[in-house]
């Protein structure tokens, strides 16, 4: 997993990349949580890392401004979404026949991944990890227009499972997209002791989507 420096608004940005082995592989990036709960190598999001790039993705990982060697300073959400938004940039100019695109994020950075979603056409999945739907407005999900899984844990301590459940059940009502979602039972935040019940329900989810072409 080369490292690699990129250019972000603020600054540098720094990362980790995984090439394709083959051409027109797919694409995913992966968002780290806030500041104060890890970095792009946190264990969620190096679990979801690894199981893009075991399926063959040209896969980024990052850290937001000011978060390691990241330059700039933390912006409460809404520079870290032009830092996603130069990461699918870099992303896309070593990959520009990728037939299709992913986002992954774990807490903050699943609310980050899903406002990009938002803003790029180009992002066919996502995987969505404790979105903090009781801490940041998710109203900008109006449509949602890709379809992918949220997962929770039953026993979090910051995210609240009923916040949760609202946003997936306004998903479920649009049309032409199809959401799943999974809560771990026995999990907190951070799924210390259920990594296994996590990454089960994202890999199967991966495989399924991908074993119908992506769609």
């Keep these: 997993m080369p490292e690699v420096i990129f250019p972000g608004p603020e600054g540098r940005l720094e990362g980790r990349y ?3 082995i083959r051409p027109r592989a ?12 890890g970095t792009m190598n946190h264990p969620i999001v190096m679990a979801m890392y690894n199981s893009f790039v075991k399926r ?9 401004r000011g978060v390691g060697r990241s330059q700039g ?11 996603a938004a130069s990461a699918l940039d870099w992303m896309q100019q070593f990959n520009p026949e990728a037939h299709t695109t992913w986002v992954g994020g774990f807490s903050f950075g ?7 979603l938002m803003r790029r056409p180009e992002i066919k999945g996502f995987i969505s990890i404790a979105p903090p739907a ?19 844990g039953e026993a979090d301590e910051v995210v609240s499972g009923a916040a949760v459940q609202k946003l997936v059940d306004k998903l479920k009502t649009q049309k032409h ?3 799943e979602h999974q809560t771990i039972p026995g999990a ?11 990454m089960g329900a994202v890999d199967g989810y991966l495989d399924m989507r991908l074993a119908n072409g992506g769609r």
């Design 18 to 20: 995984q090439p394709a």
């Design 26 to 37: 797919p694409v995913a990036i992966l968002l780290q949580p806030h500041p104060a709960q």
């Design 56 to 64: 063959g993705f040209a896969v980024l990982r990052f850290n937001f």
């Design 73 to 83: 300073v933390f912006d409460n959400g809404i520079g870290e979404l032009s830092d």
């Design 110 to 116: 699943a609310w980050i991944g899903m406002q990009l």
């Design 134 to 152: 009781n801490m940041y407005d998710f109203s900008f999900l109006a449509p949602c227009p890709s379809s992918g899984i949220i997962v929770d």
């Design 177 to 179: 997209i199809t959401i």
């Design 188 to 198: 907190n935040h951070f799924f210390q002791n259920e990594m296994p019940l996590l």
